[in-house]
């Protein structure tokens, strides 16, 4: 049996930074304590990343102190393109900084090792092996919050690459910030409900578990903004299913906190969709938006123990 | 190193049965000799089933009488949805059987070990182990014929689920055989190709390479109806490229014959349309129709290795 291991993960956000200092195996972790920054921002990308770095550095820091125990590693993870293999940050359009070398920078300041891997590959990590999706094979997990991606767990392992399933055209039309139209992440995102509420109701909501209240109470127009959501949502799935028949698509973020006024429209037009396809079940993330941190533990954890 | 295996191997087609005795290693095969025989049918899917299994009992008994040397195994592929694991033709629109267990009847038939997969799937290994995708880990491989399907490879595997990338919506409305519109296959295979040109031309036009002849003399219809098939094309490597990301895309089939004058428009349409996605290099499948038989052979083979 694998050894109790002391790590201390970072999940960095485009607006928030979660640190914890996690205790585990790569089968099971425990947060022991975990601390939330807003994410630094420097003049440019570069200059964020460095800042980003500084952030990492101090939280380490600070959580190797918690307990009377040398910490293990440290991982850390980040949106956008990442090259996990050299520790680079290749892009984040947030965030801004192009093909910065993370982990190199990562390691020599805090002089420990460092895994540096991607937040949302990271988030389906710790859903596979500790949340919703533990047992199965072929799986999409998708977090929906700010945008859409998806971890792709195909025949038990992680894909490195792709996942973008925010950035398909399901037909919709309007125009994404990515450059495309019809990205599902356009109009089905949190962010997009939000905005596309206050839009249509011309007042401003900023939260899409507002507009799910609203749709609770039976408001119109966040009736109408959601079941946009949940159709490009749904066709989103049937590409998914289409082109990888996974056994399940688990949702994640902020979003799946909506819980049944999500998943139950949401498994209604997936139905109504699928012709031929191997339907996949719909599930619900169980590990909220500590995802991403568990699965920088884990990742920590499983270089330690290679 | 392997020793020299000798294996009968069986591609069944909506049309055609394509068989071939083999001699190779997993990483080597070679066509000893080969035959082909129209797919025969019978009044329902379970009668064609039965009639099948009765060719490729057939075709065997020939083909291991060829060389004076034993026949290890049989390799037999089929089209529609498989289970490998099982050995049975799960469901084939075209052919109309649903859960007919193959493998067991030709094994009881033949005496010899059976190795039963999908006529797609295996087409991809070969290409991969013996074609122009030899190397390469994350790769789709997508013949375009009667109907369109891809191979994914990932992660050096390859996938068993999923792959109907000719049924993922790209917008231009069609209704497909399928029960969905808009779907890639219904303006982009062969047979599309043909059918749209002989209905906006008016005269009957029976195969693709007829179009691209025309296309090339510049029949303003059949440019048109390739421009549509392009277009289509590129839109669902585009799917491909953003959930997958993969380092190439391999086309087969009939359409690839057709070489520059696919692959050249293809390579432009898909260039205007990545915007942040991994741009897949499109490379010409090198095995023509052989493929499927190929991979038929490579996959007994791999069982007798096992």
Redesign the interface.
């Known amino acids: 049996m694998a050894r109790t291991r002391y790590v201390v993960a970072v999940d960095v956000g485009g607006t928030d930074m979660k640190a914890a200092l996690v205790s585990g195996t790569p089968t099971a972790a425990t947060v022991v304590t975990s601390r939330r920054r807003a994410t630094p921002r420097g003049e440019d990308g570069t200059a964020t990343a460095h800042a980003v770095v500084g952030a990492i550095v101090d939280l380490v820091d600070e959580l190797r102190g918690v307990v009377d125990h040398p910490v293990d590693a440290v991982g850390v993870v980040v949106p956008g ?1 990442v090259d996990e293999e050299e520790g680079i940050g290749v ?1 984040s ?1 947030n965030l801004g900084w192009r093909d910065f070398p993370f982990r190199l920078l990562l390691a020599e300041r805090t002089g420990l090792p460092v895994s540096f891997g991607h937040d949302v590959r990271a988030g389906g990590l710790a859903e596979h092996r500790l949340g919703n999706a533990r047992g199965l094979t ?1 799986v999409v997990i998708m977090p929906i919050g700010t945008g859409i991606a ?1 971890a ?1 767990m ?2 038990g ?1 992680l ?7 925010g ?5 919709h039309g309007e125009p994404c910030g ?3 139209r ?1 990205c599902v992440e356009t109009v089905a995102s949190s962010a997009a409900i939000a905005r596309r509420y206050s839009a249509r109701a011309g007042k401003q909501v900023n939260r899409a578990s507002v507009v799910a209240d609203l749709v609770r109470a039976g408001d119109p127009d966040a009736v109408a903004v959601w079941h946009d959501a949940v159709d490009a949502l749904a ?1 989103g799935i ?9 056994e399940a698509v688990v949702l994640g973020g902020g979003l799946a906190l909506a819980g049944d006024l999500l998943i139950e429209p949401l498994r209604k037009r997936l139905a109504e969709l699928i ?4 339907q996949p079940e719909l599930l619900l993330a169980a590990l909220g938006d500590e995802a991403g941190c568990l699965g920088a533990a884990l990742m920590a954890i499983d270089a330690v123990e290679a």
């Open positions: 393109v892009f359009a072929d998806a792709l195909i025949g392992r894909h490195v690459h792709g996942g973008e399933l950035h398909v055209d399901v037909g990515c450059g495309q019809g066709k049937l590409i998914a299913a289409t082109l990888l028949g996974p012709v031929f396809q191997r």
